[in-house]
């Protein structure tokens, strides 16, 4: 963990007048650029709410619209979107799936994180990079990999054989195609997390005699947890603001015929739904502006949140 | 003590676990990866990466992503050392905000800058002075740059928390100016984590695309940068194509990741 130096005593406090005055331009100086991006992005959103209020174009031009011509609600705020399935199919897809994929990536990452701190595994430098690299993969470089890998090649094969599709399914597919970056975002972070607490306690409790479970179950997990749960948010933000993998190896469902969705997934209330990032892009493509904005600021919504509560729990700084 | 050691023995499944994940994650990750040049074979990735389009593309994109993330240096790294040093009421609500272009998916940012270049000043500046952001090059470095650029101040954060207050303190009790410290002291010491996030904010603009697709869309030859050209000739159906310009995507990305190692900086910045 890096950063428990935080300017605590004020270096100005004993200093004559003109080194005060010196550290207000000082502290001025570098507030205005961190005030630049504050403001940037602050007008980046509250200066797109009167899209919201845009109502006229689709009555207009209603033959644009690829899907939902004859819905009634299209001229109200938002395109009333909060009355309309389809959001709230796309909701309640995007939150199952992507807590699907937290789970999944939790469970694989948090023990392979340890073992790449903790053990000596051959060629941990080029894993390293390989892990590390894939967070600044373009994704739709990413999704055009899990199209190669599975469309072509053993992996085909396979599926021809058992009779399914891995690619443009919700189940496999859009799970898949999201773990790839919140795994290897996550990894980053629990493997940081583990590397941040010294062996040490560990060794000294598997000299007493505990295994190496009870070792990392009673020492390093209690001292690794507020850094894994930020590590699991990190995973499940990143998965929600999943985009270029999902429209690349997913595409969108929501012009599919119900006969293409399994009992599950109409149970689920997941048919016919996209995933919420390509659920935008779809919207505003297609021409409900309103609504595709409406979606955009609910994702906004949840986002910031979840950035409040990293920054809450102490994630001092993640990247992807 | 007997019954201690046994079950310590029978705890063996933890490491043997722990180790196999790891390994399947990386077999995993590098088949994903291998399997694109599986696929396109060795007489077509030489035939490929010998047409000139190619590397027109990637030059577009090389220097692109150079020019954003030298805007993003010029904000991000004062911006960065503010975060690093400072404290302020309501902390955790700014640095959220200020996080948000990197939570929020890029696809919904590239609708932002539609909806905000549209609007007031812009639209103004582009009926009156010529001054167009949008379906050209301009666009496509705005974009870069709203992406990057709270990327790089958070980059920049810890590479400036990595450095040890005390030195400042020092300097500065032996009478240099504040400014004077920040130049002489803090970016010296600071060097090689700045070089190192500058490298990855470069890779990450290179990657930046879903925030065009909305925004700037793709002229062939003027925008079409190469994680975008990718998208446009997937729906092409021109797949040797979309496949070379993945593997030069990949390697770009391992190069970048591989020289930030080199350089010593962290990926992860916890």
């Known amino acids: ?320 | 003590m007997g019954g201690d050691n046994r079950s310590a023995r029978s705890q063996r499944w933890w490491p043997v676990l722990c180790v196999g994940l790891a390994l399947g994650a990386v077999a995993f990750y590098a088949f994903l990866i291998a399997s694109n040049w599986i696929y396109l074979g060795w007489s077509d990735t030489v035939y490929f990466f010998s047409q000139p389009r190619m590397w027109q593309r990637f030059w577009l994109t090389l220097w692109t992503s150079a020019l954003a993330t030298s805007f993003s240096l010029l904000i991000g790294v004062p911006a960065g050392y503010a975060l690093s040093r400072f404290t302020f009421p309501a902390r955790n609500f700014f640095a959220s905000v200020i996080d948000l272009p990197i939570v929020v998916s890029p696809a919904v940012i590239g609708a932002f800058l539609f909806g905000i270049t549209t609007a007031a000043p812009f639209r103004h500046l582009g009926e009156n002075y010529g001054f167009y952001i949008g379906r050209n090059v301009a666009g496509v470095l705005l974009v870069q740059f709203t992406v990057t650029c709270a990327f790089c101040a958070r980059l920049m954060k810890a590479a400036f928390d990595l450095v040890p207050t005390r030195f400042e303190a020092v300097s500065r009790s032996l009478g240099a100016s504040n400014f004077r410290t920040f130049f002489k002291v803090v970016l010296p010491t600071a060097k090689n984590g700045i070089i190192a996030s500058m490298i990855v904010v470069w890779a990450r603009a290179a990657a930046e695309w879903e925030g065009l697709m909305l925004f700037v869309g793709a002229t062939e030859g003027e925008t079409d940068i190469m994680p975008f050209a990718i998208y446009l000739d997937w729906n092409g159906g021109m797949m040797g194509w979309v496949v070379s310009m993945t593997l030069v995507c990949l390697l770009l990305a391992v190069t970048a990741t591989a020289a930030m190692r080199i350089i010593g900086g962290r990926s992860n910045v916890w």
């Open chain 1, 1 to 320: 963990m890096c950063g428990e130096r935080r300017s605590g005593a004020d270096p100005a406090v004993s200093a004559g007048p003109s080194r005060r005055s010196d550290h207000r331009a000082f502290r001025l100086f570098f507030y205005g650029f961190a005030g630049f991006l504050f403001l940037y992005t602050v007008s980046l959103f509250l200066g797109n709410l009167d899209q919201l209020l845009v109502t006229a174009g689709p009555e207009h031009a209603p033959e644009m619209l690829a899907w939902g011509s004859g819905r009634a609600v299209m001229t109200e705020f938002a395109g009333g979107f909060w009355k309309d399935p389809y959001f709230w199919k796309s909701l309640n897809l995007t939150v199952l799936l992507t807590a699907i994929t937290t789970l999944v990536a939790a469970l694989a990452g948090i023990p392979a994180a340890y073992a790449l701190s903790r053990y000596r595994i051959p060629g941990r430098g080029v894993i390293e990079v390989l892990f590390s690299s894939i967070i600044v993969v373009p994704a739709s470089s990413v999704g055009l990999c899990l199209i190669v890998m599975f469309n072509y090649g053993p992996l085909w094969e396979l599926q021809q054989a058992l009779g399914f599709r891995v690619a443009h399914s919700i189940f496999p597919g859009m799970v898949i195609a999201s773990f790839v970056l919140s795994f290897a975002l996550g990894l980053s972070a629990w493997k940081a997390t583990f590397d941040s607490i010294n062996p040490r306690f560990e060794q000294v409790a598997r000299s007493l005699g505990s295994g190496p479970w009870r070792a990392f179950r009673t020492v390093t997990l209690p001292l690794a947890r507020s850094g894994l749960a930020a590590g699991i948010i990190l995973a499940w933000t990143r998965a929600m603001a999943e985009f270029g993998a999902v429209l690349l190896f997913c595409g969108t469902f929501a012009e599919l015929p119900l006969s293409r969705f399994g009992t599950i997934e109409r149970a689920l209330c997941i048919d016919r739904a996209d995933w919420l990032s390509v659920a935008v892009w779809a919207q505003i493509e297609y021409g409900n502006v309103e609504y595709g904005f409406a979606l955009a600021f609910v994702m906004v919504i949840i986002g910031g949140v979840s950035a409040y509560v990293m920054h809450r729990i102490g994630a001092r700084g993640y990247v992807w």
